[in-house]
C-alpha cells in the first residue's frame, strides 16, 4: 500500500453495485464532501472529473458492469487534503503501462483516457491490489492565481 491509503479512516465511505447509473451516487458523495471542507471552486471540476472517471473505471473495466460485484468509494481529510479512495472486487489492471492517449495512434480511440486524466487532475494518485483500488488526493487550498 502507498502512503495516501495507508492508516484511512474514512469519514464517509459509499458501497453500490456496479451499475452505470450508480456514477450519481458517487457524485452525491463528491459534492458532499466538497461542501462539507469548503473545497474550493478550482479544485471542484477537478475532483468530480477524475473520480467520475475512477468510479467509471471500477463500475466498467475493474467490475465488467457485474452487478453482484461492489464498488467502494470513501474520503478522509489528511491535513491540506482531501484522499478519496475508489476500489473494486475486479482482478486489477497494469497501471503503469497503458497505452499513451495522447499518442497519434490512440487520438481517435474511445476509451484509454482515464488514468491520464486522473493523473492530470489530481495532486497525487496511488493504485494499490493490484490496480484495483485508486487513491486520488486533491489540496483543499485555493489554487493561486
Do not use: W
Amino acid at each position: 500500500m502507498g502512503t495516501l491509503t495507508e492508516d484511512v479512516h474514512f469519514t464517509r465511505r459509499i458501497d453500490f453495485p456496479a451499475k452505470a447509473e450508480n456514477i450519481a451516487l458517487a457524485e452525491r458523495l463528491i459534492d458532499e464532501a466538497c461542501a462539507k471542507y469548503n473545497v474550493h471552486e478550482s479544485h471542484y471540476g477537478n475532483i468530480l472529473i477524475a473520480l467520475t472517471e475512477a468510479v467509471n473505471n471500477a463500475i466498467h473495466h475493474g467490475n465488467r458492469l457485474d452487478p453482484a460485484k461492489q464498488v467502494s468509494l470513501g474520503y478522509e481529510v489528511k491535513g491540506d487534503k482531501i484522499v478519496f479512495v475508489v476500489s473494486d472486487d475486479g482482478p486489477g489492471f497494469d497501471h503503469d503501462n497503458l497505452p499513451d492517449p495522447t499518442d497519434p495512434q490512440n487520438i481517435e480511440k474511445p476509451h484509454g483516457r482515464g488514468v491520464f486524466l486522473m493523473r492530470a487532475l489530481a495532486d497525487s494518485v496511488e493504485f494499490s491490489d493490484n490496480g484495483a483500488t485508486v487513491a486520488l488526493a486533491f489540496s483543499l487550498q485555493p489554487m493561486q492565481e
